[in-house]
């Protein structure tokens, strides 16, 4: 069991970074794999980039490949996502969430944060 938390969203231009950040409380976040989702008004959620226990990754996004990096930190129990070269068609609610095992579906993840906005202009 463990409790997410998702910050560092906020509105940006074009062409800005932000990097997410996802705490984890309760157990030890070293335990799980990790993805980060995004879900635009009117569109599916969908994986951003993932991470396993272990540091394995799965694909990113093409979307977002070359301006987007995950990271984890176990000794601070936190995951990162950071966001470079950002675009408006980048805006949507991030969310982080865990499973046990490196999968890429929504619905494949156990917990979820509350998710935080980012917001893109031009």
């Known amino acids: 069991q463990v409790q997410l938390v998702e910050s560092g969203g906020g509105s940006v231009q074009a062409g800005g970074s932000l990097r997410l950040s996802c705490a984890a409380s309760?157990?030890?976040?070293?335990?799980?794999?990790v993805g980060w989702f995004r879900q635009a008004p009117g569109k599916e959620r969908e994986l951003v980039a993932a991470i396993s226990w272990s540091g394995e990754l799965s694909p990113y996004a093409d979307s977002v490949m070359g301006r987007f990096t995950i990271s984890r930190d176990n000794a601070k129990n936190m995951v990162y996502l950071q966001m470079n070269s950002l675009k408006p068609e980048d805006t949507a609610v991030y969310y982080c969430?865990?499973?046990?095992?490196?999968?890429?579906?929504?619905?494949?993840?156990?917990?979820w944060g509350q998710g935080t906005q980012v917001t893109v202009s031009s």
């Open positions: 309760g157990r030890a976040l070293s335990t799980y794999a």
């Open positions: 969430a865990a499973s046990f095992t490196l999968v890429r579906g929504a619905h494949e993840y156990d917990y």
